[in-house]
């Protein structure tokens, strides 16, 4: 069953068109980013879902329900992290959650071992008691996620979740989500920095001025953009371009010197060594993953170029 | 189309939140300085003033809030100054700091409606005032106790009661007021300034305005001829009630003295048969600044239902 589901969703601020006719399915259990530029219509899709801004025309339905209609049965069964997550800098972290509890009507007791629960799972149990206003930025996103949690939520909507995060504290995170998913959560992210969510993106869908231009799964998109799921890197001798053309599945070659750039739609690493060995020397060769970067790059090239 | 489940789901939630931040906020404890200092000065000089003439006035606690001796202001006159202030102070960040902190979205995005954020930010500014004008009111009452030596009466404490509720319908208008602001202007600082102004306006401006707007609206006021230049005063007096000020000086005025009959011009014909200087019974009283509670009641409620209006369509998103 899908979890979300918009059928013609548009937002319009007067003239101006932030989200236009967007279908969009989100199934049970999987990771989706939403991804694209800022100002691409990201925020206000998410805001429509949770009914906190009301669309123009279409609808959407979050498990089962209408954002509209009954925003607070979404509100209760989803949580949401917003981009640029603020807490009242003045109360420590736990007074911060113990104000959601009270929002979400939990008995205190219940409360009380779910702060617990969710602080200690994100590792801010030992900070407690400390103003919000001395975290870090990462560890109010922390807090942030912890929020999300404490709601025991079917369905988790971050927006921007790593933006503004260290390297470091960013593959943390993303692996805070991972942890999600395991537990069965639906998770809707959005993000502008595709190379840091691919990784955990079970399907993505791009956005570009307020339309979504593609969705699949990472590979399926390389696929149909670049003309290959597999870009293999080989550094042989010069002059191989053609005989690596004319294997079987290879779509392009991007020779420069020495070194190759073989995109195919499947693993031809055997074959690409045997050919560069038989006729000169082997000094590398690696697989790499085709980059959401490259292939949004290329698509809206294509765009621009069609256009 | 029709949104299901209550808007005043997690109202109690917001108002006790907001109450201990208020409370427990140093904003409040600077204003409660202030007022305590002020109030205390205007009620020792009372208390000096009246302990010459205890026994002789039938309303002593009436007096004691209300007698002025310079240059301090009476305790009441120190009310009508601040509480418009403490209202502002209280609520001009209370939507725009949301949105500064960041945090509008993630509450919102809690299992509540807009409403009961907005209306448990305003009851919660109206219990804060509430508590500090009853602690005030209950010190000035002691601190009269302490130096008069005489209970207060039964009927004093019902008036007092009376003009604990107006001051609390007018904290009521700055603070929807302030509220309006703080959901129509962005950045807080813009907001408080904005509510100052307003109530610089209505203290210091308005009734100069008034007697002017009297006289362009009714030019012909003759000097020789008594109607017209009651028509003249009573328009003035018409304009002035615009004022939540006015109104609000009105109905201290008939609460705290029971000796006023009426709040406009009254024809020398009207009084015939009447005793000058009785008290009126305090249902007499309370009738006469009726219309004056219920404008100011009124006002705070257009000012709330305005702020609540626009906060409705607003976006969340900063």
């Given at each position: 069953m899908a979890v979300i589901q918009t059928r013609g969703l548009t937002k319009r601020y007067g003239r101006v068109v932030a989200v236009e006719d967007l279908n969009l399915e989100v199934e049970e259990g999987e990771v989706f980013g939403l991804l694209g530029p800022n100002g691409s219509g990201k925020t206000t899709t998410i805001l429509m879902l949770l009914g906190l801004t009301e669309p123009t025309s279409g609808e959407a339905r979050v498990l089962g329900l209408d954002p509209m209609r009954e925003p607070l049965k979404v509100k209760a069964r989803v949580g949401y992290l917003p981009d640029q997550v603020g807490f009242y800098g003045e109360l420590s972290a736990?007074?911060?959650?113990?104000?959601?509890?009270?929002?979400?009507g939990l008995p205190e007791a219940e409360a009380k071992a779910r702060i617990e629960e969710v602080l200690k799972r994100m590792g801010l149990w030992e900070v407690k008691d400390r103003k919000v206003a001395a975290f870090s930025r990462g560890m109010r996103q922390r807090l942030g996620l912890a929020e999300v949690l404490l709601k025991r939520p079917k369905v988790a909507i971050l927006d921007e979740p790593t933006l503004g995060l260290d390297p470091e504290a960013a593959r943390e995170f993303l692996e805070l989500i991972k942890g999600l998913k395991r537990e069965g959560i639906t998770v809707l992210l959005s993000s502008h920095l595709l190379h840091q969510v691919q990784e955990i993106c079970d399907r993505v869908g791009l956005f570009h001025k307020g339309r979504l231009a593609l969705v699949g799964t990472v590979e399926a998109l390389a696929q149909q953009v670049l003309g290959g799921g597999y870009e293999i890197l080989v550094e042989a001798s010069p002059?191989?371009?053609?005989?690596?053309?004319?294997?079987e599945g290879v779509g392009r070659v991007e020779a420069e010197g020495g070194r190759y750039r073989v995109l195919a739609s499947r693993d031809l690493r055997p074959e690409l060594a045997r050919i560069a060995v038989e006729r000169g020397s082997l000094l590398g060769l690696s697989l790499r993953k085709p980059s959401l970067d490259e292939v949004y790059a290329r698509y809206f090239q294509e765009v621009a170029h069609a256009a | 189309?029709?949104?299901?489940?209550?808007?005043?789901?997690?109202?109690?939630?917001?108002?006790?939140?907001?109450?201990?931040d208020h409370l427990s906020g140093l904003r409040m404890r600077i204003l409660e300085a202030l007022i305590l200092l002020s109030a205390l000065a205007a009620v020792y000089t009372g208390t000096q003033t009246l302990r010459q003439t205890v026994g002789e006035d039938p309303y002593l606690y009436l007096k004691l809030l209300t007698t002025a001796q310079d240059p301090l202001p009476s305790f009441v006159g120190f009310l009508s100054f601040f509480v418009p202030l403490a209202a502002i102070a209280l609520a001009f960040d209370a939507v725009n700091g949301e949105y500064a902190r960041g945090t509008l979205s993630r509450v919102l995005s809690q299992p509540i409606y807009r409403?009961?954020?907005?209306?448990?930010?305003?009851?919660?500014?109206?219990?804060?005032?509430?508590?500090?004008?009853?602690?005030?009111?209950?010190?000035?009452?002691?601190?009269g106790l302490f130096t008069l030596g005489v209970p207060p009466e039964a009927e004093e404490m019902a008036r007092a009661f009376f003009f604990l509720l107006a001051t609390l319908a007018y904290a009521g208008v700055w603070l929807a007021l302030a509220l309006l602001f703080s959901v129509l202007f962005r950045q807080p600082a813009t907001a408080a300034l904005a509510a100052i102004g307003v109530w610089l306006f209505f203290a210091v401006f308005f009734p100069i305005l008034t007697d002017l707007a009297a006289s362009a609206l009714l030019l012909q006021a003759d000097p020789f001829d008594p109607e017209s230049q009651l028509r003249q005063a009573n328009l003035a007096l018409w304009v002035s009630r615009l004022s939540p000020n006015t109104l609000y000086a009105?109905?201290?005025?008939?609460?705290?003295?029971?000796?006023?009959?009426?709040?406009?011009?009254?024809?020398?014909?009207?009084?015939?048969?009447?005793?000058?200087?009785?008290?009126?019974p305090l249902s007499q009283s309370v009738l006469l600044v009726w219309p004056q509670l219920t404008g100011?009641?009124?006002?705070?409620?257009?000012?709330?239902?305005?702020?609540y209006v626009v906060f409705q369509r607003q976006e969340v998103r900063a």
């Open positions: 736990w007074e911060n959650l113990r104000y959601t509890t009270r929002l979400l002059g191989l371009e053609e005989a690596f053309q004319a294997l | 189309m029709r949104r299901e489940g209550s808007p005043w789901t997690g109202l109690w939630a917001v108002f006790f939140k907001e109450m201990a409403d009961a954020l907005l209306f448990g930010k305003f009851l919660a500014g109206l219990g804060t005032l509430t508590v500090l004008l009853l602690a005030l009111f209950l010190l000035v009452v002691g601190l009105e109905s201290l005025t008939a609460l705290l003295n029971p000796a006023v009959r009426s709040l406009g011009p009254i024809l020398i014909t009207q009084l015939e048969g009447a005793v000058l200087g009785t008290p009126l100011l009641f009124a006002l705070a409620v257009l000012l709330f239902t305005l702020g």
